[in-house]
């Protein structure tokens, strides 16, 4: 079994920051893709950022790209996302996901393992 466990939201306020966090345990998670995804009440889950099994490929949203940043730490099996200038529109839940493969996806089917959520609140 594999889990993934995020940490890190909270309530901020408009322009703050926050880091999550995504910890892995029951695999090894090195060779795995990982991403970030999002889910506001009432919408559907999209995609926030992914990033490849090695770090040297990331992907970003269009509605994040340049305020947010993804990355990971192998040695500790833990992914990252900061998360800079946030805007109350950036208020939903966010997950980590893991998948096998090579490609940086996109999308929620390119991706096996699930975390729970974490809630980020932005305030106006």
């Known amino acids: 079994q594999a889990y993934l466990v995020e940490s890190g939201g909270g309530l901020v306020q408009a322009g703050g920051s926050l880091r999550l966090s995504c910890a892995a345990s029951?695999?090894?998670?090195?060779?795995?893709?990982m991403g970030w995804f999002r889910q506001a009440p009432g919408k559907e889950r999209e995609f926030v950022a992914a990033?490849?099994?090695?770090?040297?490929?990331?992907r970003y949203s269009d509605s994040v790209k340049g305020r947010f940043t993804i990355s990971r730490d192998n040695a500790k099996n833990t992914m990252y996302l900061q998360m800079n200038s946030l805007k109350p529109e950036d208020t939903a839940i966010y997950y980590c996901?893991?998948?096998?493969?090579?490609?940086?996806?996109?999308?929620?089917?390119?991706?096996?393992?699930w975390g729970q959520g974490t809630q980020v609140t932005v305030s106006s």
């Open positions: 029951g695999r090894t998670f090195s060779s795995y893709r």
């Open positions: 996901a893991a998948g096998s493969g090579t490609k940086v996806g996109a999308a929620t089917a390119d991706y096996e393992y």
């Open positions: 990033i490849s099994w090695s770090g040297d490929s990331t």
